[in-house]
């Protein structure tokens, strides 16, 4: 079956340390992107990427990083300047026409606490 | 610039009686808007969007959503509530030639259905 799976479920991260969120679609997707799910606010936007090794900033990029080096697979790191980094973290992928229509196909998802 | 607005955290509802989600959306260009339905701990689904065909959009498990261009909305409703309806609901608005990643998600609504 196509469709993007996220691992771990759950990540525990310890202070100063950086964590990896893997993301991976089989869905042959261009594009992919990474969102923030807090309590209330909705999902904000923190990196995407339309094609293999380019990415682009969202809104909340900031003590994060991505890579793009397979198309299938775009994985998120939290690192230590993200001094906020509780939250529920969703991948999602679409086709890349550009024209505004595309949906999004989301992974279940990763919750990452600070220990 | 776009923004979507969903009026109320949370609304409950009793089996069988209306739901009634309401999503406001600001656009300079028109728009293309989706709504996205999300069990715990899982990442969002698609259940309908607006393309600029038919401003009356069904989707899936007995939804549908009018788009109203006088009003700036796009309403979610469905006839009977079941208690699988139970989620949190996202509007989300996109334009013609952005890259569905920089779509603009609402706050979320949170549906409770009682018995």
């Known amino acids: 079956d196509g469709g993007i799976t996220q691992s771990p479920k759950y990540l525990f991260r310890k202070e100063g340390q950086n964590v990896t969120l893997s993301c991976e679609q089989n869905?042959?997707?261009?594009?992919m992107y990474w969102y923030r799910q807090d309590p209330g606010q909705g999902l904000r936007l923190i990196y995407y990427s339309q094609i293999v090794n380019d990415f682009q900033k969202g809104d909340i990029a900031e003590g994060y990083s991505v890579s793009r080096e397979k198309k299938e697979s775009f994985p998120l790191t939290v690192t230590s300047a993200q001094k906020n980094p509780t939250a529920f973290y969703l991948c999602a992928s679409s086709t890349s026409s550009g024209g505004g229509v595309e949906t999004q196909y989301f992974g279940p998802g990763t919750r990452l606490l600070v220990l | 610039a776009q923004s979507v607005t969903q009026l109320g955290s949370h609304v409950s509802v009793s089996e069988g009686a209306l739901v009634l989600l309401r999503c406001n959306y600001s656009s300079s260009v028109p728009p293309y808007l989706f709504w996205y339905v999300q069990y715990p701990n899982q990442g969002l689904q698609l259940l309908l969007k607006?393309?600029?065909?038919?401003?009356l959009v069904k989707g899936i498990n007995g939804f549908e959503a009018e788009f109203k261009k006088s009003e700036t909305s796009f309403h979610l409703t469905k006839p009977s509530a079941h208690m699988s309806d139970a989620a949190e609901y996202f509007c989300?608005?996109?334009?013609?030639?952005?890259?569905?990643?920089?779509?603009?998600f609402g706050d979320g609504t949170t549906l409770t259905v009682k018995p």
């Open positions: 869905l042959n997707h261009d594009a």
């Open positions: 989300a608005v996109t334009t013609y030639n952005t890259n569905a990643g920089k779509s603009t």
């Open positions: 607006y393309t600029s065909a038919a401003t």
